[in-house]
């Protein structure tokens, strides 16, 4: 059965910090990979998403990057953190067109002082 | 611009009593329609999904969901709520082609009341 990892779980970190979260899929080959933040538990943004390896589509202009090195890992990354930058971070995985559920992992929380 | 809407931030219902959870979407063609739910600090789990045949969609934990092409809408309904229903829940539209983006609403928080 297929599997999403996420870490760390809970990151605390100065501003004006890099940040490396990561991401990997277990179970499946050529996924369609998702960052997503979610500010004060409500709504979902989505800020990349990946349909292979090195094929990376940015949604929201912001200090934040993706890069996706191997087939099942995607990696969320900032130079240096802003306030603005604090959320709850989700990773997802489907394989659209075939299946277009999407599965989420279990979220980073992420806490920018 | 394509986009989703949950016109209610809460839902507040009792024990027992239906629910419905609303939602509307504008995008172009003929699109993919889920629901998702969240509990505290977990991600999302899937609950159903429309792509394409009966309009009226079965998913899991007795929930259901009704597309309405000409209304735009995918309410979720429960006939039965109950006190583990509480949750945040989500609906989220694909346009059936061109793309792999899904578009998130801003979330419902429905809480069920013993």
């Known amino acids: 059965s297929q599997t999403i990892h996420q870490w760390p779980a809970t990151l605390v970190q100065p501003v004006g910090s890099p940040l490396s979260l990561e991401c990997t899929v277990e179970?499946?080959?050529?996924?369609?990979l998702y960052w997503y933040r979610q500010a004060a538990g409500r709504g979902l943004q989505l800020l990349f998403y990946?349909?292979?390896?090195?094929?990376i589509s940015s949604e929201v202009p912001q200090n934040l990057s993706a890069s996706r090195p191997q087939d099942r890992q995607f990696i969320l990354s900032s130079k240096k953190l802003l306030l603005s930058d604090s959320g709850f971070y989700l990773c997802?995985?489907?394989?659209?067109?075939?299946?277009?559920?999407?599965?989420f992992g279990p979220g980073t929380r992420l806490l920018v002082l | 611009a394509q986009s989703v809407a949950q016109p209610e931030d809460q839902v507040n219902v009792a024990e027992g009593n239906p629910l419905t959870v609303k939602c509307t979407y504008s995008v172009s063609g003929n699109p993919y329609l889920f629901w998702y739910v969240q509990y505290p600090n977990r991600g999302l789990q899937f609950l159903l999904k429309y792509i394409t045949g009966d309009n009226l969609v079965k998913g899991s934990y007795g929930f259901e969901a009704e597309f309405n092409k000409s209304q735009t809408s995918f309410h979720l309904k429960k006939p039965s709520a109950l006190v583990s229903d509480s949750a945040l829940y989500f609906c989220?539209?694909?346009?059936?082609?061109?793309?792999?983006?899904?578009?998130f609403g801003t979330g419902t928080r429905l809480k069920v009341l013993a």
């Open positions: 990946s349909v292979g390896i090195g094929q």
């Open positions: 179970g499946t080959s050529n996924p369609n």
């Open positions: 997802a995985w489907n394989l659209a067109p075939v299946e277009e559920t999407q599965y």
């Open positions: 989220a539209v694909r346009p059936s082609s061109g793309t792999y983006k899904y578009i």
